[in-house]
Nanobody
Framework: EVLLVESGGGLVQPGGSLRLSCGASGFIFANYAMVWVRQAPGKELEWVST????????GYADPVKGRFATSRDNAKNTVYLQMNSMKTGDTAMYYC?????????RGQGTQVTVSS
């Protein structure tokens, strides 16, 4: 069974930082790209970042470019999202996802709230 479990969310002030983690199981983690997406209240799901299976290639959405950084530890089956210089607009539920074959898997999400 494929399982993705996010953690690390919480309340942070504007300008602050958080580090999200996503633990994976049930598949060969090192073989698959991992994606972070987020969904703010009343808005559609938004792509945040992608990291290649090796971790060498990374991509970021324009709103987070230069502030967020994704990484992975294939020995620990874990992908991370380091979020710096956070803004109120970063408030959302954050999910990690991966696609195996033609099916997308997503964790339960972790809530991030940026507020003073």
């Amino acid at each position: 069974e494929v399982l993705l479990v996010e953690s690390g969310g919480g309340l942070v002030q504007p300008g602050g930082s958080l580090r999200l983690s996503c633990g994976a199981s049930g598949f060969i983690f090192a073989n698959y790209a991992m994606v972070w997406v987020r969904q703010a209240p009343g808005k559609e799901l938004e792509w945040v970042s992608t990291i290649s299976p090796s971790g060498v290639t990374k991509g970021y959405a324009d709103p987070v470019k230069g502030r967020f950084a994704t990484s992975r530890d294939n020995a620990k089956n874990t992908v991370y999202l380091q979020m710096n210089s956070m803004k109120t607009g970063d408030t959302a539920m954050y999910y990690c996802t991966t696609t195996l074959g033609n099916r997308e898997y997503r964790g339960q999400g972790t809530q991030v709230t940026v507020s003073s």
